[in-house]
Structures are given as structure tokens and as C-alpha cells.
């Protein structure tokens, strides 16, 4: 059993930044993929960034250039440094990771979500 606790979602002006942790804890044996989601408005979850326990990352093209994402192994964490923010950007944004558990499966799990706002 993996939680997934969220922090740094707030309101922000156009341009700006946010800077968006994660953080695992509970029982398992491995994460493996860790990655941030988002909803907005109207709009379906979608992959924001996503990074491999190896530290490979792929990003939705809307976000290319302007979102970073990192994990810190040792802590469990997994950031997603948001620069040059969007009106469009606003969305919950939802923390996620697989992980592997001691007795051999393997589950997805999600954040509870946090906010981000971008007002024009």
C-alpha cells in the first residue's frame, strides 16, 4: 500500500511558477514509475510528465520546454517544476506512481490532487 500526498498547488498569475511535491510513503518494495496527471475544466485526465526509476521522462507536448520533472530516490519524492505558466495549465494535478509490493504484484496509485490555478 503506497499514499501519495501532494503539496504545492496554488494560484498563480500568467507566467509565473509553481513548484509541485509528492511524497511516498507506506508499504511497498519498489517504485517504479512516477508521474503527474491533471484534469481540467471540462477536460479529461491527461499525462503532464512522467519519470522512470532510471530517470527517463516524457512530457505532454503542451508542457515541453516549460515543465520539468525529478525524483529523489533516496526520499521517495517525485517534483514537477512548473515555469511560464498558462491560464490553459489550470487543473487539479494529480501525483501517481506504480509500485512493486513484497509479496510480487504490481499497483498503480494516486494523490489525492492538488489545485493549480493560472489567472490571465
Known amino acids: 500500500q503506497v499514499q501519495l500526498v501532494e503539496s504545492g498547488g496554488g494560484l498563480v498569475q500568467a507566467g509565473g511558477s509553481l513548484r509541485l511535491s509528492c511524497a511516498a510513503s507506506?508499504?511497498?518494495?519498489?517504485?517504479?514509475?512516477m508521474g503527474w496527471y491533471r484534469q481540467g475544466p471540462g477536460k479529461q485526465r491527461e499525462l503532464v510528465a512522467q519519470?522512470?526509476?532510471?530517470?527517463?521522462?516524457n512530457y505532454a507536448d503542451s508542457v515541453k520546454g516549460r515543465f520539468t520533472i525529478s525524483r529523489d530516490g533516496a526520499k521517495n519524492t517525485v517534483d514537477l517544476q512548473m515555469n511560464s505558466l498558462k491560464p490553459e495549465d489550470t487543473a487539479v494535478y494529480y501525483c501517481?506512481?506504480?509500485?512493486?509490493?513484497?509479496?510480487?504484484?504490481?499497483?498503480?496509485?494516486w494523490g489525492q490532487g492538488t489545485q493549480v490555478t493560472v489567472s490571465s
Open positions: 501517481n506512481c506504480n509500485a512493486d509490493t513484497y509479496y510480487g504484484s504490481r499497483y498503480t496509485y
Open positions: 507506506g508499504s511497498f518494495f519498489r517504485l517504479n514509475a
Open positions: 519519470i522512470t526509476s532510471g530517470g527517463s521522462t
